[in-house]
Structure formats: structure tokens, C-alpha cells
């Protein structure tokens, strides 16, 4: 047997990893599928139960004083530090993906192990399969984040309309929790989904106070944060809340307004960091396509392949640099 093991070529080899890891990631994907509806019907029914929210106790304590009495209420926010596979899961969640942080890490290294069958076989070099499928996960960072802004510019313009809204519910006569259902009611998701969550919480007996305190901890949006900071203690001290709603809207529409004159000036800085991060990779697929002999030494070779991981290595500093550069904080 180790003779017939021996006498294999190194297509023969090749072949027979590449069959493994199809294998592999075709079993992956069948899990992938299964672990996606358990985990979605899970979250059907966490929905429908309130137990979708985490529990945000810990946060900054404000105290005011009003007509003699002192009011207080806590800040959503602070609390344990999450860990990574809970910030992918409420990253996942602010962009919008239905699938569960397990369904999307199995899903990516399904993918990383396709790549990597795909890229091995056809060039036969273990380096370029390696690296083709680290693209992946870097690609779907790259995406989630995209989303991300998306969705929060979606969000912000929808929380807009959504406060204008309450404000002209509660001066028609409306309670709060009657505006916040017609929120839900009018407003598609995002907003619409967190205002009916938190109009599911209150008629499952849950106060309002802290269904609005767990609805802006599960959200990264400072902008609900302010909300449901302002209403708790606008309930607790009494005053007119559709003047809250028309003075936060203010607010919001300002610091909107601030954030795209950002975005105006770091857009060059983001232009180049895409020019950067992008040419290399093109140059390498072009010189591979071309004269793949000439690219054989950083495959075959431990210098090149040291230069290949301090290649990658420096291309992903050089972004976290300027992603630094291009924040601005406000």
C-alpha cells in the first residue's frame, strides 16, 4: 500500500485532495442549510417571546431634578465586554442578515475550503490555494461593513420620519405607545421591526422604559440611544413629548448633516486606500495569467512565500492605517 501511495503523481495527489476537500465542503453546506432554518425558527420564536434583547443593567446613571424631585434613568450602553462571535452577531443583525454569527462563520469556511480546492488544483501550488482562500473571509468583512453603512444611512433617515411621525400622533391624542405602534405600522424595517419589538415587549407586560433601554442596546445607532435615553426621562418628569420628538429631530437632521460633510472629506482618503489595497491584487492575478513561470519562485520557494505572507501582512496594515486616518470623531 505505501508503494502505491508512493507511486502517485503529484496531479494524482492533487486530484485526490481536491476531491476531499469538495467532500468536505459539500457536507459543510448540507449543515450550513440545516443549522440556517433551526436557527431561524429559534429566532421566530425568541421574536415572539421578547427574548431577543440582551440585558443591559450596566450603562451610565443620569440624576436630574425637576419641580423639587429628582429623576433618574440609565444610559443604554457600557455594560461586559462582548466577545468576538457576540459582536459578529450584532453586526450581523445592524446589517440586516437574517442568518445566525454560527451560520455565517460555517458558511465562510465552506467557502475558504471551495477556493482553496479550486486554486490548488488548478495551479498546483498549496501557497496559492492558501491565500485564495483567506481572500474570503476579508471579502465578507469587507461587504458586512458595506451593509453596515447602508443600513445605518437607511436607518437614520427612516428615524427622521419616524420621530415626525410620533410627534404629530401625540398631538392628535395619541399615548406613546399608540405613535410607536403606528411607527410600526407605517415605517418599514429597520425601524418599523425595533419600534414593533418594543411594542411586543410592552403587551407581554414589560415596562416601556426598559423595552426602549434594550431596544437602543441592541442597536449600534447613537441616534436610538439618544431617543430612548430622552423618553425615559421625559417619563419620569413629565413634560411634552411631541416637543421632544421635534427638538431630537433637530438634532439628528444636524448630525446627519455633519456626518456627510465628513464623509466629503475623507472620501479621497477612502478613494486612495481602495486604489492601494486593490492594485496589488490585480497586478498579481494579471502577472499570474500571463507568465505564470515568472510568479513560480513565490510559490515554490520559502522566499517567496515569506514574501507573499509579508506582502499580505503589510496590505492589511496599510488599511488599518488609514481607516484610522480617515475617522474623525465629533
Known sequence: MLDSLQSLSRADVAAITALFVLVLAGWLVVILVWYTRSARRQQQIDLRLGLTVQDTEP??????????????????????????????????????WRMSAGSLLLGVAGAMLL???FAYTWTGYLVAGLITGAAVPLLVWVYLNRCLAQREQLFETQFLDALGLAARSLRAGHPLNGSFRLISDEIPAPVGVMFARICQQQA??????????????????????????????????GGNLADLMDRLADVIRDRMRLARRVRVLTAQTQFSKRVLLVLPFVTFVFLNF?????????????????????????????????????????
Request: net charge positive; hydrophobic share 45%.
Open 290 to 330: 500571463v507568465n505564470p513561470a515568472y510568479m513560480a519562485p513565490l510559490y515554490t520557494t520559502s522566499l517567496g512565500q515569506s514574501m507573499l505572507v509579508m506582502g499580505g501582512l503589510t496590505l492589511l496594515m496599510g488599511a488599518w492605517l488609514m481607516n484610522r486616518m480617515a475617522v474623525l470623531r465629533y
Open 59 to 96: 450603562g451610565r446613571v443620569l440624576r436630574l431634578w425637576r419641580d423639587g424631585r429628582e429623576a433618574t434613568t440609565r444610559v443604554p450602553g457600557g455594560g461586559p465586554r462582548l466577545s468576538p462571535l457576540q459582536r459578529l452577531d450584532l453586526m450581523r443583525q445592524d446589517a440586516g
Open 204 to 237: 407581554l407586560g414589560m415596562d416601556l422604559e426598559q423595552a426602549l433601554r434594550e431596544a437602543a442596546a441592541g442597536s449600534a445607532n447613537s441616534e436610538m440611544k439618544l431617543f430612548a435615553t430622552s423618553v425615559a426621562i421625559q417619563l419620569k418628569t
Open 115 to 117: 477556493l482553496f480546492a
